[in-house]
């Protein structure tokens, strides 16, 4: 979702929509439509909006949050919701809410998406609330007869802390959780931070990093973190850096428990990342740029390490670069990779087949790497009406994918969708 559209969803009242199965697609070649089929959509309505993708558990069962819904009077609009999907028979999915907000102690609004461990709790937080105002971290733990009890592991201090959480959390190999604030820290402008559980029961929160100041280093964090395999963490920010567009960054860890941050790469010609990074098998680094590239429109990127006489930078190349026409334009969401190396993602923006909205529509994109290295757009799945998808795509086992749009017309409602390949 974008910074615009974003900020003014926030303030009008919105309600979770549905399951859509979008059964077929656009395929492109060089940008330019050369096949169009008809799509088929189904309805499941339910409370509330989502601005994060979903997650499956082992059974296929997805999960998401609600930003608002959820019935609490303490949140204009509800304080949000924790819901599950279930497969039905006759290809329909059933609806559940796990959790509602209360917007207390628990906190409210949650923004990111949710994370599992390995006994089948989720994680999450919540943007606003809590004790300290400033937020929450949270875990629902599964119960008997598919109950499930909320507990805030730690709670945002919004007057001394980092404060602000609204992107998914990462669970290391001992249950750390590790994530990132858009506010807070010493130069009020974001941080990463570490959540540790310890033998008392309570979570110890240690600030890894402060961002800040602009001129030298990113700010705003929006996005998740990803973890290499010596336990180093990444991500972007959406602003800051010299050219004030954001930045690659590298968090690394000392033996004396310190974290260095190093950036990787300060972006110029694509920028504005509004969502986190993937890794390859060969440990290259993937994202999308909101803004930037060959035609303004934004840019899938691959960030790739070079040695240069026993220095290791980095290299930027621009895989693909967004015209705002057919194949959409301005991506803020993470992208996906399948076993074939292909990557998936989404698009806030664009003039799609269908699309009625004067903000522009949203879709799905697949984009593939042919010969020489070049990359293309492969297939185009447009979001129909006016809908944008925002949180990122999941892939099941037949390679059919699943992510979340809200309407960007009137900001009503929002839906859970497939695309099946």
């Known amino acids: 979702m974008s910074k615009q559209k974003s900020s003014q969803a926030a303030k009008l009242a919105h309600s979770l929509g549905s399951i859509l199965a979008i059964t077929a697609g656009l395929a492109i070649t060089a940008g330019l439509a050369i096949a169009a089929q008809a799509q088929t959509e189904t309805v499941i309505g339910s409370p509330g909006i989502s601005y994060a993708g979903v997650i499956f558990d082992t ?19 509800g304080c949000g919701t924790v819901f599950e999907l279930s497969p039905a028979t006759g290809g329909a999915w059933t609806q559940t809410t796990i959790y509602r907000f209360k917007g ?11 994370v599992f461990d390995g006994s089948g709790n989720l994680y999450g937080t919540a943007q606003v609330g809590g004790t300290g105002g400033g937020g929450t971290v949270f875990r629902l733990s599964p119960g008997p007869d598919n109950s499930w009890t909320e507990t805030t592991l730690y709670a945002f201090n919004a007057t001394n802390d980092d404060q602000y959480p609204n992107s998914s959390l990462i669970l290391d190999d001992k249950g750390n959780l590790y994530g990132t604030t858009t506010a807070g820290g010493a130069y009020l402008s974001g941080t990463v931070f570490k959540l540790s559980p310890t033998t008392s029961g309570a979570w110890k929160e240690t600030i890894l990093h402060s961002f800040g100041p602009a001129v030298t280093d990113g700010i705003d964090p929006n996005s998740p973190l990803v973890m290499d ?5 990444y991500g972007t920010t959406s602003s800051g850096g010299p050219s004030t567009l954001g930045i690659v960054f590298e968090l ?24 986190g ?3 390859d098998g060969a440990n290259s680094l993937y994202g999308t740029t909101f803004s930037g590239g060959a035609f303004g429109s934004g840019t899938v990127f691959r960030l790739t390490r070079v040695n240069n006489g026993g220095v290791v930078t980095w290299k930027e190349i621009i895989l693909y670069s967004f015209t705002a026409g057919t194949d959409g334009a301005n991506p803020s969401s ?3 990779r399948d076993a074939a190396g292909n990557l998936y993602g989404t698009t806030d923006d664009g003039v799609p087949a269908g699309c ?3 903000y522009g529509c949203g879709q799905v994109f697949k984009l593939s790497a042919g ?13 129909p009406a006016f809908l944008d998808p925002n949180g990122g795509l999941v892939l099941d086992s037949a390679g059919n994918l699943y992510g979340t749009s809200i309407d960007n017309h009137y900001f009503t409602y929002g839906e859970v969708f497939e695309v099946t390949q």
């Open 59 to 77: 059974v296929g069962n997805l999960y998401g949050v609600t930003q608002t819904g959820g019935n609490s009077t303490r949140c204009r609009q």
């Open 104 to 114: 207390l102690f628990d906190g409210g609004q949650p923004y990111g998406g949710l």
């Open 229 to 233: 395999a010596q336990h180093n963490l």
């Open 252 to 275: 690394s860890h000392g033996t004396d428990g310190d974290w260095t941050e190093s950036i990787l790469y300060n972006f110029t010609d694509g920028g504005q990342p509004q969502a």
């Open 277 to 279: 990074l993937i890794f």
């Open 334 to 336: 993470p992208l996906v």
């Open 356 to 358: 009625n909205s004067f």
């Open 371 to 383: 010969t020489g290295g070049r990359w293309s757009i492969a297939a185009l799945y447009p979001i």
